[in-house]
């Protein structure tokens, strides 16, 4: 390969705010990782904390006898160079990424003057030592060994006779590899080529000795300065699935891998792994429960969305017009939103989606409808199954699985009994009862819920009065719930509510309603919601691909054509 990627997500990518993995969840990333076929895993810091010790034994254990995990895949161990005045044989640090047998040994040294001054408390020469000693204690072992050059590129700026010479230590004794760390994400990539141009000059004499960049994402150049250190020579890339890391992160792995081998033509992963970055990002940022931005290159799920009613119709008729690549090129997808910025085109691309067909007044008429609603306060971008069931619903074989012909929500307070409240104090708990009158088949019948609040208790209702006809129900679960106050005229301001629906086999859709009444606002959502569940959903699962899809919507609308 022309550049190998080294993913460090389980290392600096768990020093991101609000991240933390478990010993299960980094196990399931990293052979994700090996899986897909990354040159590097750095999987911890065996020295620094029991979990990350933890992780090698139980690698070991998984992966014994082989001698690296599958694809050709290398584990890497972090650590530093040895303590200041210290053998290397009686650091603890050194000693534990020694015994967690990974076959990469990635170490940290200061190079910038300034900091092995003032934080090492050291000297210059004692730094180099501390170099030198580790990269030779490692390699009598038959390590493969990093020299993470912290600061490198400040240092340079600094002091770049420094800067070089602790490079240089580490290929005297050596090192396999020597990765330039731009650790305060200042730099920017025209400095970051330079800099590293002149790197790839002084190790020149050592012709084994590669050179990696590792960078953060401080000033939003994270993977520019990536990309620039590989037009310089670099040959490895340390970065985190979906950019997470420290502060404003590491380099996005997924964006550089994309780029390289898109944008550059050089190979950084194995032949058709490609396709599996919107997958592979999706998954880790799932066990980390950092759901990438929609807008993340290449694999968000807005990445190849239009929602301008001028970009559909000519990604309609060239798809590149708009799109810088072929989505499905990354495993990704191309879709348009419907809002009241859509165009005639946004309705047609959701139509035909469907295999439904809808005339020149058709498409003007749903059209005025998507635009009248959002006057209203509806939001359809983010709410794609309420726009399926407005097409469904004109369609002239249409007929509704269910009515609902009315509904009553109750709200209150009951007496409870406390004997530890003070007398004449009686406790209180709050009720929400709900009733709805449905119809099914000609058949009006009511049907009654109790929840922790009003839309609760609707919920409720209406599941118990469509299970016994339409037991798919038991399986459409509400995941998600969310409110917003579109103005301040107090009680009756308009509420926009979103609620987003799933099933057992991880399908999803979501609704939105608009009301001056919360509780009829969501009523809204509730009914797409429950409906586009009765439509698309079996007991055994829902079938859903962006496309209006179930048997009994098949059988009411084929060939049929909207008014």
Not at 434 to 462: H, Q, R, W
Request: aromatic share 6%; proline share 4%; charged share 20%.
């Amino acid at each position: 390969m022309d550049v190998q990627l080294y993913d460090t997500t389980l290392r600096d990518g768990a020093q991101m705010v609000d991240v933390a993995m478990t010993l299960e969840d980094k196990l399931k990333i990293a052979q994700r990782l090996c899986d897909f076929g990354v040159g590097y895993v750095e999987a911890g810091w065996p020295g620094s904390n029991p979990k990350d010790a933890a992780f090698f034994d139980a690698w070991n254990k998984i992966h014994r006898g082989e001698s690296v995990p599958p694809h050709g895949t290398k584990l890497a161990a972090f650590g530093s160079t040895r303590r200041k005045e210290a053998k290397c044989e009686d650091d603890p640090n050194i000693v534990s990424l020694l015994e967690c047998q990974a076959p990469v040994i990635t170490m940290v040294a200061k190079a910038w003057s300034e900091q092995v001054l003032h934080v090492l408390n050291t000297t210059k020469e004692e730094n180099l030592s501390m170099i030198r000693d580790s990269v030779a204690y490692f390699k009598g072992f038959g390590k493969e060994v990093m020299l993470d050059a912290e600061h490198f590129f400040d240092g340079f700026k600094a002091d770049p006779s420094y800067a070089k010479e602790c490079i240089r230590a580490a290929a005297e004794s050596g090192v396999d590899a020597v990765v330039l760390c731009e650790t305060n994400g200042g730099c920017l990539p025209w400095d970051v080529e330079a800099i590293t141009a002149m790197a790839m000059e002084t190790l020149a004499p050592w012709e084994g000795v590669r050179i990696g960049i590792h960078t953060h994402n401080d000033t939003g150049m994270a993977v520019a300065n990536s990309l620039a250190a590989v037009r310089a020579g670099a040959t490895i890339v340390q970065g985190c699935i979906n950019g997470i890391g420290e502060r404003t992160g590491n380099a996005d792995l997924v964006t550089v891998a994309a780029n390289l081998e898109l944008k550059m033509g050089m190979s950084c992963m194995p032949q058709g792994r490609i396709s599996e970055l919107t997958e592979l990002a999706h998954t880790v940022a799932d066990v980390c429960h950092q759901p990438p931005p929609k807008s993340n290159p290449y694999i968000g799920s807005s990445a190849f969305a239009h929602k301008g009613g001028i970009h559909v119709a000519a990604v309609r008729k060239l798809p590149h017009s708009y799109n810088h690549i072929d989505p499905g090129l990354v495993g990704n997808a191309m879709r348009s939103v419907v809002s009241e910025l859509s165009g005639r085109g946004n309705i047609l691309d959701k139509v035909e989606s469907a295999g439904l067909q809808l005339d020149k007044e058709g498409v003007g008429s749903v059209l005025a409808m998507i635009k009248q609603l959002e006057n209203e306060g509806f939001a359809f971008e983010n709410a794609g199954a309420s726009v399926d069931m407005i097409l469904i619903r004109r369609g002239s074989l249409y007929t509704p699985p269910f009515k609902v012909l009315e509904y009553t929500v109750m709200s209150g307070n009951r007496l409870e009994e406390d004997p530890g409240s003070q007398e004449g104090c009686a406790a209180r708990a709050s009720t929400n009862q709900a009733m709805v009158k449905l119809e099914i088949d000609g058949k009006a019948f009511m049907s009654a819920g109790e929840g922790n609040g009003p839309v609760d208790a609707l919920a409720a209702a209406l599941r118990t009065g469509l299970c016994s006809e339409f037991p798919q129900i038991e399986n459409v679960l509400l995941k998600d719930y969310n409110v917003h106050l579109l103005d301040t005229r107090g009680s009756q301001s308009t509420t926009r509510v979103t609620i987003e629906f799933s099933n057992p086999a991880c399908s999803k859709w979501s609704t939105v309603g608009a009301h001056t009444s919360i509780v009829d606002a969501s009523f809204r959502a509730l009914l797409d919601g429950l409906e586009f569940g009765v439509l698309n959903c079996t007991t055994h699962g829902c079938k859903l691909n962006n496309q209006l899809s179930s048997n009994m919507l098949s059988t009411q609308l084929a060939n049929g054509v909207l008014p």
